[in-house]
């Protein structure tokens, strides 16, 4: 995979960084820091073999990406145990997590520029994800720090799930596979390379995580 160093020394910072603040939000869990740590590793070994870039097999590869992390986010939001868990979460810090997404889009476009990924998957398409990122820090300062009325802050975790799911769909549609429908003069493959094999298997869950984790300690409250 040929581009700039920083492409991917800029990614690899993002995903420390997601970690540091799911860490922090977990309020410091030792177990949490390793199990995703290990997540990463794993992911990043079978990544850099080229494992995700062979893509005509049945079931395809990139579903070990995606489904696992997807289906213990299902397991804890649907057992006592998980959503115990789940309320043990920091809202400030989940909601300060959503910063990296800035980043992601910035790397997403790089990816683009070196026909990587489609444009629809950009801030000059379809994605309008980096809102989120730009937004979190005045949000989380104002919802903790200046008592900003809650129903506001559940109105922005839904909007922007919304923006992930609009990206996370078309990411899909766009990846050359079965179910493709889109881009398909410049498809989405540059997230079955090493280090961006971590966009879908842990910062996209973790903020899809993070998003849910909120609305749900809200609405409870």
Known sequence: MELPVYVSVVFILTTIATLYFLYKASNNSKMLLLICS????????????????????????????????????????????????????????????HVVRVPVELVLFWLYAAKYVPELMTFEGRNFDILSGLSAPVIAYLAFNKNLNRKILLFWNFIC?????????????????????????????????????????????VVLFSHLACIRQIIKK
Do not use: E, H
């Not at 990463?40 to 990139?62: C, E």
């Not at 213990?72 to 909601?95: E, R």
């Open 38 to 97: 290990l997540w990463i590793l794993v992911q990043g070994v079978i990544a850099y073999t080229g494992f995700y870039t062979v893509i005509n097999t049945l079931p395809p590869r990139f579903a070990l990406l995606i489904l696992p992390a997807f289906v213990l986010i299902a397991v804890l939001f649907n057992t006592v145990k998980g959503k115990s868990f789940i309320d043990t979460f920091d809202q400030k810090w989940l909601t300060y997590l």
């Open 161 to 205: 799930l919304a923006l992930l799911f609009n990206i996370v769909i078309n990411a899909i549609l766009a990846a050359p596979s079965a179910f493709q429908m889109q881009a398909f003069d410049q498809p989405n493959v540059g997230v079955f390379y090493f280090p961006f094999v971590w966009l879908p298997c842990f910062i996209v869950p």
